[in-house]
């Protein structure tokens, strides 16, 4: 059974596209998991722990996105591409922002831009879970907000982000579980 309606015909009619989205499943698990461990290593503590779970945590996203493209690509090519564009920027500054404060906000509005266009996607066409889909976007506009907020009063970032650093791990192991699915042989 898929996770979404009908399997789609790009994962079926290529093996390797089926085993990439079987390790994509395992990479946002880990990517997860990374996520929601990261924080407990508070990087004013344990600096190059949370910092080393940080960039696990980032870098295991760059195959997820990838994954998505595959997914998306047939039916949205222009949010396709900027769907991978979002995702690549999600890992680069997000990886930043682990480093470097200041680039939280940035970080937070290029995830809102990703989840956005991700969410938007499975919403309207079920290439995922359309549920998913809407709590994807409502995600997105939680990050914007705390962004706008940001932007009209100047109070520091860090305390959202690491709850938001811990939201993005579940949702990655949400993800993963609808990857899992869509991933086996029927």
């Given at each position: 059974?898929?996770?979404?309606?009908?399997?789609?015909?790009?994962?079926?009619?290529?093996?390797?596209?089926?085993?990439?989205?079987?390790?994509?499943?395992?990479?946002?698990?880990l990517g997860?998991?990374?996520?929601?461990?990261?924080?407990?290593?508070?990087?004013?503590?344990?600096?190059?722990?949370?910092?080393?779970?940080?960039?696990?945590?980032?870098?295991?996203?760059?195959?997820?996105?990838?994954?998505?493209?595959?997914?998306?690509?047939?039916?949205?090519?222009?949010?396709?591409?900027?769907?991978?564009?979002?995702?690549?920027?999600?890992?680069?500054?997000?990886?930043?922002?682990?480093?470097?404060?200041?680039?939280?906000?940035?970080?937070?509005?290029?995830?809102?831009?990703?989840?956005?266009?991700?969410?938007?996607?499975?919403?309207?066409?079920?290439?995922?879970?359309?549920?998913?889909?809407?709590?994807?976007?409502l995600l997105?506009?939680?990050?914007?907000?705390?962004?706008?907020?940001?932007?009209?009063?100047?109070?520091?970032?860090?305390?959202?982000?690491?709850?938001?650093?811990?939201?993005?791990?579940?949702?990655?192991?949400?993800?993963?579980?609808?990857?899992?699915?869509?991933?086996?042989?029927?």
């Open positions: 059974m898929s996770a979404s309606p009908g399997r789609r015909p790009e994962i079926e009619q290529d093996t390797h596209e089926l085993v990439a989205t079987r390790k994509a499943a395992v990479w946002a698990a997860g998991i990374a996520n929601l461990v990261a924080p407990v290593f508070a990087p004013g503590f344990y600096p190059s722990v949370y910092f080393s779970l940080s960039a696990a945590a980032y870098g295991l996203l760059l195959p997820v996105v990838a994954s998505l493209h595959v997914r998306h690509a047939p039916l949205r090519q222009s949010g396709a591409v900027l769907g991978t564009i979002a995702g690549a920027s999600v890992v680069t500054l997000g990886l930043g922002a682990a480093a470097n404060a200041d680039l939280i906000p940035a970080a937070l509005f290029v995830r809102g831009i990703w989840w956005w266009t991700i969410g938007k996607i499975w919403s309207e066409t079920g290439v995922l879970p359309r549920p998913f889909g809407w709590a994807t976007m997105a506009l939680a990050c914007f907000a705390l962004v706008a907020i940001y932007a009209t009063t100047g109070i520091p970032m860090s305390p959202p982000d690491l709850p938001l650093r811990m939201l993005l791990g579940a949702w990655l192991l949400v993800l993963a579980a609808f990857l899992w699915a869509d991933a086996r042989v029927p």
